[in-house]
Structures are given as C-alpha cells and as structure tokens.
C-alpha cells in the first residue's frame, strides 16, 4: 500500500521562528490533508490540499502531487502551534476510502 | 454548531466484556470512519463507510465491528477487548464519497484501556 513518511520527526522551534515540515507518499493520491493535534488530543484539519497552494494565516501548504510531496509551512511560530501535525493522504483505488496517515512531526515551540 | 461526537471519553474495561463507542455527527456526511491512535505507529484506519448499510476494512480492522444503519451514526463494537486493543479512538466524517473525499472532521477521542 501507499507509504507516507513526514519529515523532521520532532522539530523544536523559539517562538517567532519560521518552519517547514514535509510529507513524502510513495503513490498517486487524490486526496491529502493536514492536520494538527494539540496537546489535548484534539485533531484539527488544517488544509484539503491533493494539488496546488493554500494558505490560512500564518499557515500555508503547497502539494506537487507529481513529485509526490506536500509541505506545511508555519510562519511566525507560537507556542499554541505546539502539538503534532499529521499528514494523510487517499490513494487513487476506485471506490477505496482508506485514509493513510504519515506518523507525524512533532512540534515543540519554546517561549 | 457542527459537530463529531463520540461517547464514552474514557473507558476502563476489562478483557472479554464486550462494548460499543458510539460515533455521531450533525453535519448530514456521507462518509464516517474509525481510527485509532497508539505511540509511535500514529493514526490507522479500522473501519470506514461511505454511506448507509456501505462499510469496508481500513488497516487494522481485526477485533472491530461496525454497522451503519443511519447516515448519523457509526458505532465502533469491541464483540471481546483485549489488552492490545488499548488504545485512543477517533471517530470522523466528511461530506462526500465520490472516489474523492474531502476534508475530514474529527471528534474528541476516547481512550480505551482494556486491563
């Protein structure tokens, strides 16, 4: 099945500083999201993003779906963007549904 | 207010006792699906359906029982827990199956430890 590796796997940041985290997959998706989960276990989705730029604040993703990579761009960081951010994406497979998620980056900003 | 709900939050069971998590959501979504999350291995699918009486096995479907019988429910039913079943569930939905899925919304978690 489709492989998704995010990169770094723990990334600590000051606060201000700015960061990109990456998200490889190994297969042609049709779907890829972002997500962050806070330091509660609250998972939020951050981008519906299978193609092309988006941005929402200080938050910003870019998917090349032909090079297969998505990376999540946090500008400006704050201590509430602490948490772990997530990558899934959906393979192409009919009437599939499975959602594969990568294993995140863990993000720590530091006041 | 839009919303996943699951119910219960916490649950502290013990090994063959069956139990249900109940999963609902108020935002009319076609599609509703069950992770969960253990340390180091992230978030894996158990169950996921498109639509009613329409479900199918994510990754780790083994131990789980799901039915959906109404668009707003997706009860997640452990038929005999046992401990490597421990775990933090979430249950989501998105609006639409059509061989592509939108965005995903997440309930609040229950986290399940089966002694």
């Known amino acids: 099945g489709i492989q998704v590796e995010q990169s770094p796997p723990d990334l600590i940041l000051q606060e201000g500083a700015n960061s990109t985290l990456r998200c490889n997959f190994s297969d042609s998706v049709n779907n890829l999201q972002w997500f962050h989960q806070n330091p509660w276990g609250q998972l939020i989705n951050l981008f519906y993003i299978p193609s092309g730029t988006k941005q929402n604040g200080r938050l910003s993703a870019t998917t090349v779906a032909t090079e297969r990579y998505s990376l999540l761009y946090i500008s400006s960081s704050q201590t509430t963007d602490s948490g772990v951010y997530f990558c899934a994406v959906m393979n192409y497979g009919g009437s599939q549904g499975n959602l594969i998620f990568g294993k995140g980056t863990k993000l720590s900003v530091k006041p | 207010e839009a919303q996943v709900t699951q119910n219960p939050r916490y649950l502290i069971t013990v090994t063959g006792k069956k139990l249900t998590v109940t999963c609902s959501q108020n935002m009319n979504h076609e599609y509703m699906s069950w992770y969960r999350q253990d340390p180091g291995l992230g978030l894996r699918q158990i169950y996921y359906s498109m639509n009613v009486e329409v479900t199918d096995k994510g990754d780790v479907p083994e131990g789980y029982k799901v039915s959906r019988k109404e668009k707003r429910n997706f009860p997640l039913i452990l038929e005999s827990p046992s401990p490597n079943q421990t775990s933090l569930y979430f249950c989501?939905?998105?609006?639409?199956?059509?061989?592509?899925?939108?965005?995903?919304?997440f309930g609040p978690g229950t986290r399940l430890t089966v002694l």
């Open positions: 989501a939905s998105s609006l639409r199956w059509t061989g592509r899925s939108d965005t995903q919304y």
